[in-house]
């Protein structure tokens, strides 16, 4: 067990008056940390080489509407060519940047740059059900060449709400059909946590949700070889949540010595999980996220005394305040961490 000291810090925002900057969202874009995050109802990118100081971040789209509340905010990946952005947006504004004209509202938009987030695509919609994606929750993840997939809550049926992806071979500039990954033989999956999806480096995609089944909304896993049909899901962990209401607290998902390896919310308690094994309990909290590099895992999430992150059986305190908290590993098994705080992001580089 090695404890974790803070290396670096930089914040981010607000970028206007008024404006908060909320959700921020991180993908290790080689040794450089590519971020993204929501205010008001316009994206914004930046991009650190030390997580020490950021450029001052790029508009990437604006619309009349962009919820940022319980994990509805932009996602972020890198296929080491192309940065990826994805989020769900409302109706575009006459003068809005890269928005898509033909989007209604809750529609799941994906946005592209070869240069390093300088210059951004135009938007394209990914769900091909006019505001299937309106309740704003998803998952992106890439993997080699220039694979990237989207997951998202769905409600193009009225009778409940369903698990959809999508398959993107060209770093986002274009997207394959919609694929249902899975649908509750009660009617619907839990109906406000995000799912998370990681790719491995076989290309192999796991998607994990919050399911409705029996009473329980426990977290389940589901896989596909090339973003078509997804397996029979398994559930993860051996007990159970009772529970008649969403948490609205999706957890996370990551790859570690090629197997995928979670971390989710029961009632109080933070729990980390591989597939077929019994659940640990690595502390007390809500929205928890989980990244691993080089042969380690890191899990970070928000408690009543603050930013906690977990390494090798043992637990940090990050900082006192703040909440929704990310997490990616950079080459050198170097987590960094960034969440809200008082209106800014908060960015902060680790060392062992």
Known sequence: MYPIL???????????????????????????????????????????????????????????????????????????????????????????????????????????????????????????????????????????????????????????????????????????????IYESPDGTICQCCHPSVAIDGNGSITVMWRNTLAGSRDLYIARSVGGGAFSKPEKLGNGTWKLNACPMDGGGLAFSGGRPVTVWRREHDIFLAKPGENESRIGTGMDPAIAAGNGRVFAIWSSSSGIQMWNSGRTSAVSSRGGFPALIVLPGSRPVAAWEEDGRIIVRSFSE
């Open 6 to 180: 803070l290396l670096l810090a930089a914040e981010i925002g607000p970028v206007a008056p008024g404006q908060a900057a909320r959700e921020p969202q991180m993908a290790a874009a080689g040794s450089s940390i590519a971020l993204t995050f929501g205010s008001g109802n316009a994206i914004y990118f930046t991009q650190s080489q030390d997580a020490n100081s950021f450029p001052a971040p790029v508009k990437v789209a604006e619309s009349d509407s962009l919820m940022l509340n319980r994990h509805r905010g932009p996602r972020i990946a890198s296929t080491g060519k192309t940065l990826v952005i994805t989020a769900v947006m409302g109706k575009p504004l006459s003068a809005s940047l890269h928005m898509p004209s033909k989007s209604q509202g809750g529609d799941l938009v994906s946005w592209s740059s070869r240069d390093g987030g300088k210059t951004w695509s135009d938007g394209v919609i990914v769900n091909d059900v006019a505001g299937a994606a309106s309740e704003g929750l998803h998952a992106l993840a890439a993997g080699a060449h220039e694979q990237v997939f989207a997951a998202w809550l769905d409600k193009r049926d009225e009778r409940g709400t369903k698990l959809y992806g999508a398959l993107s071979t060209d770093g986002g500039a274009s997207w394959h059909r919609n694929v249902l």
